[in-house]
């Protein structure tokens, strides 16, 4: 009797009103929970979705206003790059879906308002943390960051005439000169990539003969741009290369 009573002067006492999401549970207590308070706490989770970590409202407790989630700043002539890593960094953080338009804005009434209020201000914090100041300006007085967004996106997404000239222009131009093999390969390659992105119209995936005989035209089109900036010490290997049926 007296060891019962012992235990139940040292147990804390737990009011009704209580909320056990708002105590955390250490290991050995989870191991301990009932199944049915358990059930309570997923239950929980899925009428607070910020508890949730595959929720786009969980915010992890590094997550701050101040972060820079890419290294690039985007200065206006480096958008392609800066997109796609952006994209990357903000899909790992399953924020993506509050610039790409899948999470709309809810309405103030709605429960969930203030959460996603949070969760929007916190990714348009981040993308004026990684812009330079004179775009910075431009952006900031947007109220959803999908608007940031989508302004970002056709003020600079490189799919105008000039700057296509400008890439085939430096393709053609670009000799191998004083570059090891693989440096000289490397930056042709990203000439071909950023030349690709400017891209208006996007081909849905297809297997029919015409298009492969597109992809085919491309890849040669490459080939030849790359020998013809090789060294003269490669001709004899150039010549080779032109002449392998089938081509390498």
């Given at each position: 009797m007296v060891k019962q009573?012992?235990?139940e002067r040292g147990r804390t006492p737990i009011s009704p009103n209580q909320s056990l999401i708002s105590t955390p549970l250490a290991a050995n207590e989870i191991a301990m929970t009932p199944h049915h308070e358990m059930t309570n706490i997923r239950d929980r989770s899925l009428t607070f979705p910020i508890f949730d970590v595959h929720s786009p409202f969980f915010l992890h407790s590094a997550d701050h206003p101040g972060l820079s989630i890419v290294t690039h700043v985007l200065d206006g002539t480096n958008y392609n790059n800066w997109s796609i890593a952006m994209q990357m960094s903000l899909d790992a953080k399953n924020k993506l879906s509050f610039v790409d338009g899948s999470l709309p804005r809810p309405d103030i009434a709605d429960n969930l308002f203030k959460i996603w209020s949070r969760c929007n201000n916190m990714v348009k914090a981040w993308l004026l943390n990684v812009v330079n100041k004179e775009i910075y300006g431009s952006i900031m007085y947007y109220e959803d960051a999908v608007e940031m967004w989508n302004d970002l996106y056709?003020?600079?997404?490189?799919s105008n005439l000039p700057r296509k000239y400008q890439?085939?222009?430096?393709?053609m131009t670009l000799k191998q000169e004083n570059l090891d093999l693989s440096t000289y390969y490397t930056k042709k390659k990203m000439l071909w990539v950023q030349l690709a992105n400017t891209r208006t119209t996007t081909v849905k995936r297809c297997n029919c003969d015409h298009v492969?005989?597109?992809?085919?035209?491309?890849?040669?089109s490459r080939i030849i741009q790359f020998l013809m900036g090789l060294n003269k010490s490669f001709f004899n290997i150039r010549g080779q290369i032109l002449n392998m049926k089938p081509r390498p």
């Open positions: 009573g012992w235990k056709f003020r600079f997404r490189v890439l085939e222009q430096s393709i492969k005989e597109l992809v085919e035209e491309v890849e040669t």
